[in-house]
């Protein structure tokens, strides 16, 4: 591999295995709207050369995970920033080192392009026929897990009211300002990330499978705060103002989310109600979707 920056390097483990990165590295798994993977087939000197893998490589010291995977995947394949929509970010944590795959979904479609000399060849590759190549090791390992979470993205559905309620901070008096600062923040968290270290409690499941989501969600307001503003072009937020009540616009929601005719029930999103409502949390229970109570999600609000 060529040499980026101080942190390209090897990292030799305990058993004398060799790890690239000194500070770990990233790589990118991102899929198109016609359900195909991008994978970079290694050019035989490399390190594990000739199997098929993801874009990727060494973390410098001074870029998250996320900036890294990115950064690499333009590098190597030519694949732009803007086309991406974040899913997710899964880690091997090894102790003396770490990978970290990040999840996307392709925006638009794009040419990938050998950008540098450390590929064979760049294809789009279905993702059923994924495991039929020669998969890097380490690719191989990871991607079961991978693909199956890709299966269930995450959807936050608020409980507007529920959650303004729940802080005696004068909401009352401007009940539309209120609701506006609370969509501006959630659109901060769905750009930036949720722990999925907070909702381990209601997705057990979960647990060591994904590091960080990058939600899509939606906010639902009643009432005085139904004349918010919409949100800003691009946003991950999307502001569904109650026909009637609030209650019944977020099961209607949540309905509309894991409908077996928006897709097969394998690939429905992983639906969580924001609510300390106890009645509306047991009808969206009942109908498959998991609940927080609003502090949790207050707690990860900037």
């Known amino acids: 591999m060529s040499i980026h920056g101080p942190a390209d390097g090897w990292v030799v483990a305990p058993d004398?295995?060799?790890y690239w990165g000194k500070n770990g590295a990233a790589g990118l798994v991102v899929v198109d709207a016609d359900e195909r993977v991008l994978l970079q087939h290694r050019v035989g000197w490399s390190h594990h050369g000739g199997t098929w893998g993801v874009p990727g490589g060494a973390r410098q010291f001074d870029e998250s995970a996320v900036e890294g995977a990115l950064r690499e995947s333009a590098e190597e394949a030519a694949v732009p920033r803007d086309a991406l929509r974040l899913l997710f970010t899964s880690a091997v944590d090894l102790g003396f080192w770490s990978y970290t795959t990040v999840v996307a979904r392709a925006t638009r479609s794009f040419d990938p392009v050998i950008s540098d000399g450390e590929s064979e060849d760049l294809a789009w590759?279905?993702?059923?026929?994924?495991?039929?190549?020669?998969?890097?090791?380490?690719?191989?390992a990871s991607w079961p897990r991978l693909a199956e979470t890709l299966r269930h993205p995450l959807h936050l559905v608020v409980d507007g009211a529920n959650v303004v309620g729940s802080r005696p901070d004068g909401?009352?008096?401007?009940?539309?300002?209120?609701?506006?600062?609370l969509l501006g923040a959630l659109e901060v968290l769905a750009a930036n990330g949720v722990p999925a270290s907070a909702l381990v409690a209601v997705e057990p499941a979960l647990a060591g499978a994904v590091d960080a989501w990058f939600p899509d969600v939606t906010l639902v307001v009643e009432g005085e705060a139904k004349s918010v503003g919409d949100p800003r072009p691009g946003s991950l937020v999307e502001l569904l103002?109650?026909?009637?009540?609030?209650?019944?616009?977020v099961v209607a929601a949540v309905q509309g989310l894991l409908a077996p005719e928006s897709g097969p029930a394998a690939a429905a999103p992983r639906v969580v109600?924001?609510?300390?409502?106890r009645e509306l949390a047991a009808r969206v229970a009942a109908l498959g979707a998991s609940v927080v109570g609003p502090g949790i999600l207050l707690a990860l609000l900037p």
């Open 16 to 18: 004398g295995q060799k």
């Open 125 to 140: 590759v279905p993702l059923a026929d994924v495991e039929s190549l020669p998969l890097h090791p380490g690719f191989a």
């Open 171 to 181: 909401w009352w008096r401007d009940r539309a300002g209120a609701a506006g600062r």
């Open 241 to 249: 103002r109650a026909p009637t009540d609030g209650d019944s616009a």
């Open 273 to 277: 109600v924001v609510t300390a409502d």
